[in-house]
């Protein structure tokens, strides 16, 4: 296989109207018919009909009802003789597969005793010969046979249409889906489940059935899940008139699954770990997490499957604007301002940690690929997150004054032409840009679309430099804003961005003196302000109005300013980031500067206190202002970067906050305690997040004086935590701090939940991801992969324990013995011969090696050389380790 370009796309030479599908399942060997009503496209060239397969037993082929001749080329079944002319004919296909030795988890697998699927991008092909593209929309009846007492439920897309008993204990379900799709949508799951049940009256009045399906006796962990899709059809009706279009939409929970959660037509199949919660076993995040993935997977019904993507290309056609949609929902549902601000800290933060570096590094990729060798190596942070911004800078950029001043009203004008135009059908990118544009014709997204576009077609991350001057006589404050962006692989120029940049400026007392939305389009413009009385301080980039990086030089006194004053939140908080990201990276800087000797002033310390002790900032924003940037986003502000310098700072300044602060963290402590009934709401997951952050700080505070009383009264808190959010940040901050109680305690967590796989996970995560003391982690890791729980063919559990390590623990990960880098080669190439998908995710954790300091670079080298030379790689893992070497 080769290198597939955007640039190559030709419509199919072939459309299949309908697909009928007969399945008798067997783990072993699962036989399947597929019945395809076929015609050409009279829009192409007469050719040879050739389809995709992967991994099947092809025993018959029948056109119109005969025999036909066929052959095989780099395993796509080729038809030559094949009607001529425009009429519909019938293609008949039995292949066999085998789902239990599929440990790719896709296609048709096996997890537990029961049968999921995963077709997107490219399963479908290992179920069925098929045009396996997503241009390619048919209409799907399922006949699904199988052991009745193995299997008792049997889900595919669609309505249940019949269903009833067989010979020999087998019985049956048919399942007709009423809207074409394309085939990576397709779904089917059999086993042994239960379901919790919701019967709901749309807005529209229409009745519909949700359910929920998981292994008995994980019922009481679905409410959660059932309450965030109940609130996701109601959002999408009242936001955007998107109503529920299916009398039944399912959702089923697996523990083997290598992403997230797929959205297959009514059949949503989910990660578990995005589905089951309840207070004794789910963390907030949990909660909220399953909250937003219910919402993401829900609402890719309307933008994703009623329209969906002609081409893999077009990724973020469906899913930028899908995560846009689902940012949004957990935005709404937090109702308070302060909550919405809390989430838009926590997207930018997810942004800046994971997308930046990788639009820096070798993969880096418009949000509108070019190119690939595999696809599922695009489904990444770019496409994804960044994708969502550029659709938040359009809903931004056709605001239309007072009356619509973020643009909600102009954006939904767009989304309805863009259903208007384009419902039940493949598009691109462009369209749905031009949709937008032209629903709101006076936008100045509508003047700017060609240069907006840019942002699709390149990669990398703006940079805008801001440059401030004011001239006391005339009262004048004029800031210069100037662009430019790094070249990257493949892209050595870059012509400026449309860049939607909200400011505000902030006057000595602290009131705001102006505030407005600038649209730079120019590479440097400058802006003017009149009739001031002193020079202000500018607010720069509010709400994070666009993914660029922002470089002004504030002074500490304009930061302290800011932090104090801002009306705007995001910045509030970027306030303080900065003036903690100064610190570090001075400290960092000085070669000879002992980590001893490295103290934190105390005018940033004060300033932490006032806003910890801040009487009108909730608790969810202090948890944010008060901790530090991470060590990955510290390391991508760097040339040149060791890792274990970032980390021995971080801890220091932890340590020195630590101890600084202690009064208030005690007070923080005691002060933000939850009293009565567990709610996963903002309000009180954010006062849990801040004492939960206290109680870490306390214990590392206990490290430095030799204090035994808040260990011990963090693991009483763990022992008697009413929840998992309290107990794991317990477990955590004993785990973090080098407590001695930390192995009790994890001891007790592992008997406690040692029949919660999902809690297992943490378990591991927490050790794998713990701070390293003396090169203690790698040892760590390489003893938990022997315990009986470790599995490797989970990718759950190896995420939980390989990544951990790999991916989210830099400081322990990078050794000067390069024993790290070692290990990572290794478990590549195992996971690689056995699920590509997840070895492909581990071989990023290299990335950024060019960036490392020696030894680590030249070390870290040779790792990814060492997996590059493997010969029998997949395409998922060479296209990373090429990417990263060239
Ligand atoms: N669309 C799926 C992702 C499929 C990934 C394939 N490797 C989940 C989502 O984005 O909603
Ligand atoms: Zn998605």
């Known amino acids: ?165 067989l010979d020999d204990g087998r019985h049956f379900a048919k399942w007709v889906d009423p809207f074409k799709k394309p085939s990576y949508l397709f779904a089917l799951v059999a086993g042994q489940l239960v379901a919790r049940e919701q019967r709901i009256t749309s807005r529209a009045g229409k009745e519909h059935l949700l359910q929920v399906y998981v292994r008995p006796g994980d019922l009481d962990k679905t409410e959660h899940a059932m309450n965030s899709l109940m609130a996701s059809v109601a959002w999408d009706e009242a936001r955007f008139g998107l109503s529920l279009d299916l009398e039944r939409f399912m959702i089923v929970a697996t523990s083997d699954f290598n992403m997230g959660a797929m959205e297959n037509k009514g059949l949503n199949i989910f990660n578990s770990k995005y589905v089951l919660a309840n207070q004794a076993t789910a963390t907030d995040t949990d909660f909220g997490n399953i909250e937003s993935v219910v919402g993401h997977e829900y609402f890719h019904n309307w933008t994703g499957n009623r329209i969906t993507c002609r081409d893999w290309f077009q990724l973020s056609l469906k899913e930028g604007l899908t995560v846009f949609r689902d940012q949004e929902f957990s935005m709404d549902l937090a109702s308070e301002a302060s909550a919405r601000a809390v989430k838009r800290i926590e997207d930018v933060r997810v942004l800046r940690t994971a997308q930046f570096p990788e639009d820096a590094g070798p993969m880096a990729h418009p949000i509108r690929p070019d190119q690939y060798l595999e696809i599922n190596n695009f489904y990444t942070v770019t496409v994804y997150e960044k994708g969502a911004e550029v659709v938040r800078m359009q809903q931004t950029m056709v605001a239309s004054g007072p009356s619509d001043p973020l643009g909600r009203e102009g954006f939904r ?42 942002w699709y077609s390149q990669a990398g991350t703006p940079r805008v430099k801001a440059v401030g001057s004011f001239d006391g006589a005339s009262g004048t404050y004029s800031l210069t804003l100037s662009q430019s962006c790094a070249p990257t692989p493949g892209q050595a120029v870059k012509e400026p961005f449309v860049i939607p940049i909200s400011l505000g400026l902030i006057s000595a007392d602290g009131s705001e003196v102006a505030s407005s939305m600038h649209v730079l389009t120019q590479e440097s413009e400058t802006l003017t302000f009149t009739g001031l009385q002193a020079e202000p301080v500018p607010s720069i980039l509010r709400g994070f109005s666009a993914p660029v990086i922002l470089d002004f030089a504030y002074t500490d006194e304009q930061l302290l300013a800011l932090l104090e004053h801002d009306t705007d939140p995001f910045n509030r908080w970027e306030a303080g980031q900065r003036l903690a990201l100064n610190r570090m990276m001075a400290f960092i800087s000085q070669d000879a500067l002992a980590v001893a000797d490295m103290k934190l002033d105390a005018r940033y310390i004060e300033a932490m206190r006032s806003v910890l ?83 870490a700080m306390l214990c590392i505070a206990a490290r430095t004086s030799g204090d035994t009383v808040w260990p011990g009264k963090a693991l009483q808190r763990f022992k008697d935590a009413g929840n998992m959010t309290d107990r794991f940040n317990a477990l955590a901050a004993l785990v973090t701090s080098g407590s001695d109680l930390a192995a009790q ?134 296209e990373v380790v090429t990417r990263a070497l060239s």
Request: aromatic content about 8%; overall charge neutral.
């Open 613 to 695: 002790r801040h009487p009108k900032l909730d608790a969810a924003f202090k948890e944010l202002a008060l901790t530090l940037p991470s060590e990955t986003y510290v390391a991508e502000q760097l040339d040149v970067v060791d890792p274990q310098r970032i980390h021995a700072v971080r801890e220091a300044l932890r340590a020195q906050l630590a101890t600084a602060l202690h009064a208030d963290w005690e007070w923080a402590f005691e002060a933000h305690h939850e009293n009565g009934a567990y709610k996963p709401d903002s309000l009180s997951s954010g006062r849990r997040a801040l004492t939960g952050l206290a109680l």
């Open 1 to 165: 296989t080769s290198v597939i370009h955007r640039s190559d796309y030709q419509e199919p030479a072939f459309w299949i109207d309908s697909v009928d599908l007969c399945f008798d399942l067997d783990p072993a060997k699962t036989r399947v018919l597929n019945k395809m009503k076929m015609r050409r496209n009279p829009h192409v060239v007469p050719q040879a009909l050739r389809l995709d397969g992967e991994e099947l037993n092809l025993s018959r082929v029948l056109v119109n009802g005969q025999g036909t001749s066929f052959k095989m080329e780099d395993s796509q079944l080729v038809l030559e003789n094949l009607p001529a002319g425009n009429d519909v004919f019938e293609l008949e296909i039995f292949t066999t597969c085998a789902p239990a030795k599929n440990t790719k988890l896709s296609g048709l697998y096996t997890s537990g005793d029961s049968f999921y699927t995963q077709c997107e991008a490219e399963g479908f092909r290992r179920i069925t010969y098929f045009l396996d593209r997503p241009d390619v929309m048919a209409s799907y009846t399922v006949l699904l046979r199988a052991d009745k007492s193995k299997y008792p439920v049997l889900l595919s897309n669609g309505n249940l249409v019949e269903q009833g008993t």
């Open 745 to 878: 305690a994890l001891q007790r967590f592992h008997a406690m939940f040692k029949d919660e796989a999902l809690v297992i996970d943490k378990w591991f995560a927490l050790q794998a991801g713990a701070t390293d003391r003396g090169g203690n982690i790698l040892p760590i890791v390489k003893q938990l992969m022997t315990h009986p729980d470790f599995s490797m063919r989970n990718p759950n559990r190896a995420r939980s324990v390989i990544f951990s390590y790999c991916s989210a623990n830099p400081g322990a990960f990078h050794r000067a013995d390069a024993a790290g880098y070692v290990f990572w080669s290794d478990k590549v190439i195992e996971l690689d011969a056995i699920n590509p998908q997840v070895a492909a995710r581990l071989a990023r954790a290299l990335d950024r090696w060019k960036k490392l300091a020696e030894p680590m670079r030249s070390a870290a080298r040779e790792a990814i050389a060492r997996v590059a030379a493997k010969p029998d790689l997949s395409n998922d893992t060479r």
């Open 413 to 454: 004008k767009g989304m309805d032409l863009y259903f208007q135009r384009h419902d039940g059908s493949a598009v691109t990118c462009d369209d749905f840009t031009q949709a937008i544009a032209d629903a709101n014709p006076d936008s100045k997204l509508a003047q700017l679309l060609p240069q907006f576009k840019r």
